[in-house]
């Protein structure tokens, strides 16, 4: 089987992402087209070798198409993902709109890769933070049933796109020309500085990104697991650090955990303090896994344990999890044609 | 009264903000000798519009005097501090070495100044992180004892010193020059990185840095409370932020522990998610209060609540928590002479 595919913001981070991840994985294409909104209209990206020139989204681009790789923001997912479900393409989701729609089955294969199959054509990628951490959670729920998270975000500058890693890059060269820095895409300086407000807020007084991790986690996991997150962006470029409390039914050991990351699928153990080896985003942009180190006991919780985990934002984040949810598709014969 | 007063490692970034600080607050000074190791020997500073020369500690340079305030790192205080107690002064420590022995009260002076008197010549200024966390959990034990911590950290170059803050302004202009980055004061680039790593292992796995966050908060505020810790080094200069989770007693409402925080000593509320408004390391280097914002009931835990606080690690964090202490024991007659 080879399929007719479109990625709907194509020009994106995650939409350039999407086509380094589909020619890497030798993914089953009959076709490509690269789907973006009129003022992207020409630009050309290379792929296996050959040219594709950006198309405008309409309501007519998806004739013929099986499978809608989407990261062009909710609104036009809101739009479109309809149409082109009516077209008969099955449609991946990145973006937030229809994560918590009781129809859609949200994804992250390592953990519910089952969940695929009751979908009626919308299959929903999670939200950055939160795939990379329930694949760490799934290794360990096996050991014991997780209860509570807590959970501290240190989120790079990819999690805002193209232009939110060009405006760092921006800011920290203004400052080494000594002039004021640019700041459009983050509610302030990014360079030099920790903000702890990604997303808007909400009435609780968590941000969206914060209770993405709530409500998804739950989801995904199928759980009765509560989180309480803390997302803040900090100056790196493009993948995302998690520092992670969990409470489990019974207490789990630090040998244990270890052993369930090493086996643990989509995940490398990178836990050695003695030789300074744990995880750190400057070294796994562009990584497939999820890296977990900093293993050890809950001082403050008998039944606690806490990790530190490394992910591409970009990659497992985004764009990598939505070729998984397709690749998936394509084995258990799950598109039409 | 006015005091013959040293300090222990004038020429660091510690030993610079002691200078800033007994100006700014008009510290009854009666002469103010600058001690470092023989290479910063001969170097001036201006104080108060004289000029001070750097003259070499040696065990003969506390003759006659009445306060040492010491931040030249552990083996010097390990070595000088009771040299200078026997020659009649009073060290205020802001090294590890002394911290945990029972008989060196502590202090932090809004939590638990009254310690101060029970000093027998030496009394330790608590690590930075400490310092911080405790002055806001101060205000809210008022409201209901505290029994669990979890604290994952985002602490600034400025920790690691001025050479720490050195490297990670020349990191950034060797990526703005496209050269490779120099990498000697931290254990990696720091530049578009986090390194969940700050001081040295210890057994459990834990770093010393996050074991001083369990065991210094126990001592200072003479509790049962533990404290779980992970501590971070971020690319921000000088500022340190903290993201926290408390479990107390009966449930803090987000009202109570606004009112608590407003009214607290040596604390900023900073707290409207609504206009944007939260503390942030880049905006709050140079403040002495610790700025928190962010509260709200944690998700996970009925008797929880979470926060995020932000201060200045070379000022609250180390140079002015040791003035306040000089400052009490002035304003209590402390002093022999």
Chains 1, 2 share one sequence.
């Not at 309501?59 to 609104?75: N, R």
């Not at 989120?155 to 796109?161: D, E, T, V």
Request: net charge neutral.
């Amino acid at each position: 089987m080879s399929l007719n595919v479109a990625i709907m913001g194509a020009t994106g981070a995650v939409g350039q992402e999407l086509l380094n991840i589909l020619e890497q994985r030798n993914f089953p294409l009959n076709s490509l087209k690269l789907l973006a909104s009129a003022r992207s209209v020409g630009r050309e990206y290379k792929f296996k070798g050959q040219t594709l020139k950006v198309e405008e989204l309409t309501k007519d681009s998806f004739k013929g198409i099986d499978l809608v790789l989407s990261s062009a923001g909710a609104s036009v997912s809101k739009e479109f993902a309809p149409i082109a479900v009516e077209a008969g393409a099955v449609v991946v989701d990145n973006t937030s709109f229809f994560r918590m729609d009781p129809e859609v089955p949200l994804v992250v294969p390592e953990v519910n890769a089952e969940d695929i199959k009751l979908n009626k054509g919308i299959i929903a990628n999670p939200n950055c933070t939160t795939i990379m951490m329930v694949v760490a959670l799934k290794a360990l729920e096996k050991i014991s049933h997780i209860k509570r998270i807590h959970v501290s975000s240190y989120q790079a500058a990819s999690g805002a796109g193209a232009t939110g890693m060009a405006e760092l890059e921006q800011q920290y060269k203004e400052i080494a020309e000594g002039k004021p820095c640019t700041v459009s895409k983050f509610a302030y300086q990014l360079a030099n500085n920790v903000i702890p407000h990604i997303d808007v807020f909400t009435d609780n007084g968590y941000t969206k990104e914060e209770m993405k991790m709530y409500n998804e986690t739950k989801k995904i996991m199928h759980s009765d697991v509560v989180c309480s997150a803390t997302c803040v962006r900090v100056p790196a470029l493009r993948s995302h650090s998690e520092s992670i409390w969990i409470e489990t039914e019974r207490p789990i050991s630090v040998e244990e955990a270890r052993e369930a990351i090493k086996n643990g699928e989509g995940l490398q153990l990178m836990d050695e303090p003695e030789n300074k080896v744990y995880p750190m985003p400057l070294f796994l942009a562009g990584k497939d896994d999820v890296y977990v180190g900093r293993i050890r006991k809950d001082l403050a919780n008998e039944n606690g344990l806490t990790f530190w985990l490394v992910g591409d934002q970009i990659r497992k984040g985004a764009a990598l999890n939505a070729v998984q949810i397709a690749e998936y598709m394509v084995k258990n014969n799950m598109f039409k044609k």
